[in-house]
């Protein structure tokens, strides 16, 4: 049976971003993300790159710095593309940031986790 096609997808959908975990099994987070187009994802990127490019002139950052996650970057565009997790955490920027300092890859697997949703990259059996 053919499923119901609308040219307006669902303003939401989840998906299961996988996190590695150093010494365990990868843990698994539930995630209710915002349905974005493509345009508006790199209209985005694009505007969120620019105010940290105009904040990195107005003051100058260590050398090291520049090499790592930039978390507040990372935590603002998760909480721009999603809207709740599975933890019982609550879902805000602090918690954010405090899972993208314990888990290297979890903006990654965060990020990866929508984009394939997003665009229905599914693997088959």
Same mark, same amino acid.
């Given at each position: 049976?053919?499923? *119901?096609? =609308? #040219?307006?997808?669902?303003?939401? &959908? =989840? ?5 590695? @975990?150093?010494g365990? +099994?990868?843990? !698994?987070?539930? &995630?209710? &993300? %915002?349905?974005? =187009?493509?345009?508006?994802?790199? +209209?985005?990127? @694009?505007?969120? %790159?620019a105010? *940290?490019?105009?904040?990195?002139k107005n $003051? $100058? *950052?260590?050398?090291?710095? !520049? $090499? =790592? #996650?930039?978390y507040? &970057? ?12 599975? #933890? ?27 984009? +394939? *949703? ?5 693997? $088959?059996?």
């Open positions: 049976m053919a499923t *119901e096609f =609308t #040219l307006i997808p669902n303003p939401t &959908f =989840t998906a299961i971003a996988t996190i590695p @975990r150093a365990l +099994d990868d843990g !698994e987070i539930k &995630f209710t &993300f %915002k349905h974005h =187009t493509p345009v508006e994802i790199k +209209d985005k990127l @694009r505007d969120m %790159k105010e *940290e490019a105009k904040a990195k $003051k $100058k *950052e260590e050398e090291d710095e !520049e $090499k =790592t #996650l930039n507040d &970057f990372a935590s603002e565009y998760i909480l721009w593309i999603a809207e709740g997790w599975s #933890l019982p955490d609550a879902f805000t920027k602090a918690n954010i940031i405090t899972m993208l300092q314990n888990y290297p890859r979890a903006y990654v697997s965060i990020t990866g986790a929508y984009n +394939d *949703e997003l665009i229905a990259f599914r693997v $088959k059996n």
